[in-house]
Structure formats: C-alpha cells, structure tokens
C-alpha cells in the first residue's frame, strides 16, 4: 500500500533517372505497405470526462491471489462493474502474474499491477532486501526484468503497472528513507536519485523487450514521511518521458492510535503536490481506503465526502481504486478497510458510485508509436 535522419538532395539533371530508381527501390525494399499501417499496441484511454472506477481486493498475502468469484462478489456488493482491479506482482514471486492478468482483462476490466521489488515474507519498516536497488541498478535481476517484460507483451492485453509504489514513505525497503538523503552506496547515488535511475533503468528494459501495452505510473503516498525537503515526491520523480500517469495513495484512520481525518484532509495537499509535477498527465487515486471507528469517526460520511470530491473538487483524477480489505494488527485490533464494514458505509458507497460519472468499463486506443522514446499514447 502503503532519431532524425540526414538526406542529401541530388542535383537535377542527369541524375534524375537514379533518383527515380533510387526512390524505387526504397518504397519496394526497405518499406513493408503491410507492417506500416498497423497500429501500436492497445493501451489505456483515460477518460475525458468522468473516472474509473476500481477496486483491489483482499487477494492474500502476496497480494495476488485473484479470482473471478471475489470480483463478481465485490461487484455485486457495490452494485456496479469495475473497470480497474488491482492487484501485486512482487519479485519474490519471480514471476508474470500472467494468470490474474488475462483473467482481469477477459472480465472487460483493466489490470492495475503494483511491481514491487520485494523479497518474501514481505514485511513492512525492513531493510532493503536481495531486490535492492543497488543490485537492480547493478544488472543483478536483468534476466527476471526480460522474463516478466516478454511475460507482459505476450499477455497482449492493456495494463497499467506501478513500479515501487510509495518510495516516498519509510516502510517499504525500496524507499528513498533506507538509501539516505547524504550518503551514497556502491553507485554513489543518494535515496531519491538513486531509486529515479532505477526507475528508468527498469522501465528502459521493459520497453526495449516490447511491452508497449504498459502505460507506467509514478505511484506516491499521499503524504510524505520523513517530512524532509530531499524526501518530497518531486525528487523521485523520473521525469514525464518515463512516465504515463501519476498515482497517489490516499487514506484516513487505519490503526486505533492514527487521529481521525476527513478526505479533503488527507487528499489535499498530496493531490497539489503531484498535479504540480505534470500539467499533463492523468492522475489515479491508485488506492484508498479509511478504517471502520465509529466512536472517532463517520465512515458512511468519509466515503459520500470523498466520491463526491473526487468529481467536484479534484477534477484531473481520471481514476479511484477503493482498497477493500481487513486485517488484524498485532495489539489485537482490526483495520477493517472493506467497502461493507457497515451497512451505512456500504449504502453510502453504493449511492455516490451509482453516480454516472464513475465509469464502469474501460476504452483503449492504439499506442501511436511504440518505438523506445515515444512513449504517451
């Protein structure tokens, strides 16, 4: 969760006739009519008028453990189709999560990958692991990067993937905070520079291997801890070149001791901040969620503020995926983020997402070049 070519003109005359061969030759040799007018892959159209809306569900552990009957459930709970399901691909499954990916797609909705270098058993707050950045960046992991990007393509599906979500918070051992703001490793790069060449580099190989039914999001927590000038989101990110859409992480009370806060409190200054990095590029809400404390706080209200704000308020968000799950902690309690934690949280929900602006099924358009270098659809 948490490239130009130079021509050279010959002069009239008599060499006229070895232009024309020339010419000839060109259009008959080097150039497939065929191969030309094909379109670039299928990628995501964000929608200009409206939002997707999504959900990711308690899929386990690993995060990955997706099946139809859990989407069809949660559809018919909150009473409308999904047109994002999110769902993890963490490297210490060293795998394609190939299987979740064509099952999400055959259901007419669009998979949100969240590819997050991180070794089993995933805990939070740890170290950096075997996938640290360092070795990334090193070529350590090439042959896993080629695999999965060859795993992508051959899915032939659209995607949206968020690599290394969250790097700008202190609980994911890829975070810029396990990196340092003044010291350097091997590569003599500090946190944020050090995860922005990573970024590229992981992206750069996907690419070349294919895989332009990706469109890559840069993925930030919508607050930023520590709350350091080097850890703000602007010094991760990877510039636009590298990136199709901008992803923020937003949620109210999860744990008994976190204060209660409404939406806009936890939306506003994150959503400023990452509208600033691009005037462009489409913004998700790439998770969400609030708790269920109703000595502290009115969830039913939490949920009706936030959907209605995501369409009045925070007008470049193009996308909600809801984070519906339910956890213990280990003082006992529950974090109990799911949409139906209360019939007064489930009506409010169903009510503002009946709403014909939260769009129900994805469109898509054809990549218009999906050659390294071009990279917006």
Known sequence: MLKKSRTHILQAGNRLPLVF?????????????ARAAEPGPLVV???????????YLDFGVSEDKVTLEAIEK????????????????????LNFPTKNVLLIARHGTIPLIFWSPWDRPYVQEADPDRFNLEEILAGKWDAYIDQWAMAAKEANTPMLVSWGLEMNGNWFPWSGYFYGADKAGKSGLTGPELYKKTFRYVVDRVRARGAGNILWGFHVNH?????????????????PEYVDWLGL???????????????????????AEICRLDPQKPVLVAEYGVGEFPAEGDKALWLT?????????????????????????????????RI????????????GLADPFWLDRPHYLPRKNDLPGLRTP
């Open 74 to 93: 949660f559809e018919k709970i909150v009473g409308k189709h999904q047109a994002i399901i999110a769902s993890s691909s963490f490297w210490g499954e």
């Open 21 to 33: 061969a020339l010419l000839c030759w060109l259009l008959t040799s080097t150039v497939d009519p």
């Open 305 to 337: 503020e936030a959907l209605d704000l995501l369409k009045t308020r925070y007008t470049r968000i193009k996308g909600a995926v809801y984070w519906h799950e339910r956890w213990p902690n280990a003082d006992g309690t529950y974090s109990n983020l």
């Open 223 to 239: 607050f930023t801890y520590p709350q350091d000038p080097w850890n703000r989101m602007s010094e991760y990110y990877p510039g």
């Open 249 to 271: 992480s937003v949620y109210g009370k999860q744990f008994a001791d976190d204060a209660w806060a409404s939406f806009q409190d936890v939306m506003e200054e994150g959503y």
């Open 340 to 351: 139906n934690s209360s019939p007064e949280a489930l009506a409010a929900y169903r009510k």
């Open 45 to 55: 159209a964000f929608p200009s008028d409206g939002a997707y809306c999504g959900a």
